[in-house]
């Protein structure tokens, strides 16, 4: 009988993701644009917002803007969303991401590619049958 592998998973906590967002905030330049990609970077964009003010949240990506997300995996997503002169701020980025980050709080480790990064706001029961959102 093969034994599935196990995934190895980190749990940030709203303290933990709270205190990266607040360094991140302070290296933003006064009055910037930001846009958070759905779902996880639109919630980085918001919590963002309430810790700095002065920052023009948009619900749409435009040049010139910070593009936010929570995690940069591989980088297809940041590259869905480049326009010209925008910058991407992401809390993590793995090592294996094919598109530049301007600003992170943390660069994942070549030895740390298979880590499952679980947010706080992410529902671990997502695919587990019984669950509503599976539909099962």
Known sequence: MDKEPRIR???VTWEELTSRLET???????D???????RGGHII??????IRPDLKLR???LAATWTIDDIADTGATLAKHR????????VFRRWSCSEKVDLVSYQLPQ??????????YDNPDYDKPGTR????
């Open 133 to 136: 959102q599976s539909g099962a």
């Open 45 to 50: 964009a918001g919590m963002l917002s309430f």
């Open 111 to 120: 030895v740390q590619e298979d880590l499952w990064i679980q947010f706080p």
């Open 83 to 90: 326009l010209p002169n925008n910058k991407f701020l992401t």
């Open 24 to 30: 991140l905030a302070k290296q933003l330049p006064q």
């Open 9 to 11: 998973i980190y749990k």
């Open 59 to 61: 619900l749409a990506p």
């Open 32 to 38: 910037a644009t930001i846009f958070g990609i759905l």
